[in-house]
């Protein structure tokens, strides 16, 4: 359990970052709230700011991904970097979203384990 705990720590500081990086805001979860997290509604808390965080981040691969449609029909060469970019920021915030909405499932299971 506690190598559960440490492993989620990192990939949930990990994906606070990337999250915070691309939105500009702060973490969902702080590595304080993982630490502590005892009770079922701990870990409930925790899995539904990692959804949350798993919805915006796939609204904004939405977004990156219509963004780099946009630039390939605008079909201008000095643009095709611009494509390619949001290409990359679909893959990278679609990959987060992923990593989020396992860390949620992984606390619904310990919220479920301390009922």
Do not use: W
Not at 81 to 92: F, I
């Amino acid at each position: 359990m506690n190598r559960s705990i440490v492993l989620l720590t990192t990939l949930a500081l990990a994906i606070g970052l990337v999250g915070a990086a691309s939105a500009g805001t702060t973490p969902p979860v702080t590595a304080a709230q993982i630490a502590s997290a005892s009770t079922a509604a701990d870990h409930e808390a925790i899995a539904k700011a990692f959804d949350e965080q798993a919805t915006d981040l796939a609204a904004k691969a939405e977004t990156d991904k219509s963004l780099a449609n946009a630039y390939r029909t605008a079909g201008k060469p000095a643009i095709t970097m611009q494509s390619k970019h949001c290409d990359a920021l679909t893959k990278d915030l679609n990959a987060a979203a992923a990593e989020s909405r396992a860390l949620a499932a992984e606390h619904h299971k310990m919220a479920a384990a301390a009922k």
